[in-house]
């Protein structure tokens, strides 16, 4: 079973959760087993944090919460063998951004998917930023359009 991290901005809102479960059950049918950083148990130090009055407590708070979770998703991030990046959107997220980068860096294979029909790209025809399509393909990994498109032959670049 293949380690992939899921980097993705799909847990901010209680409303993407059925997408982020379609893809999540395509890649467990497809052999992987997948880490996924909202599944990570810091939702109750948030809302704790939320409820700080005292504002440097509070950023003090959250500045902790941000360290363990971005520890976390490094760990994560070095433990797994690929990395799919969901990149729809009118503008990548910076954080998905940026994983794929330190895991395309680590020398791990990184996928994106782009559902989004409209290019956010830097030419005519590039439907995402150069470099992080560059991250990708140099990687050994593609950018996928549709999640059906996502094998398991395509993952494991047979």
């Given at each position: 079973m293949l380690a992939l991290y899921l980097a993705f901005p799909l847990g901010f809102?209680?409303?993407?959760?059925?997408?982020?479960?379609?893809?999540?059950?395509?890649?467990?049918?497809?052999?992987?087993?997948?880490?996924?950083?909202?599944?990570q148990p810091f939702h109750a130090a948030i809302e704790k944090a939320s409820t700080i009055q005292d504002w440097p407590t509070r950023i003090a708070a959250f500045k902790d919460i941000v360290a363990k979770i971005g520890r976390a998703n490094e760990e994560m991030i070095r433990s797994c063998e690929l990395v799919l990046g969901v990149l729809d959107g009118p503008e990548l997220d910076s954080g998905t951004v940026s994983e794929i980068g330190f895991a395309a860096g680590l020398g791990k294979r990184c996928y994106g998917l782009?559902?989004?029909?409209?290019?956010?790209?830097?030419?005519?025809?590039?439907?995402?930023?150069?470099?992080v399509l560059y991250w990708i393909e140099s990687s050994g990994g593609r950018l996928f359009h549709k999640i059906e498109e996502i094998a398991c032959s395509a993952l494991r670049g047979c």
């Open positions: 809102s209680p409303e993407w959760k059925s997408y982020r479960d379609k893809i999540k059950q395509t890649l467990i049918r497809i052999g992987c087993s997948v880490l996924d950083p909202w599944e782009r559902t989004d029909f409209r290019n956010s790209g830097d030419f005519d025809g590039i439907p995402i930023n150069l470099q």
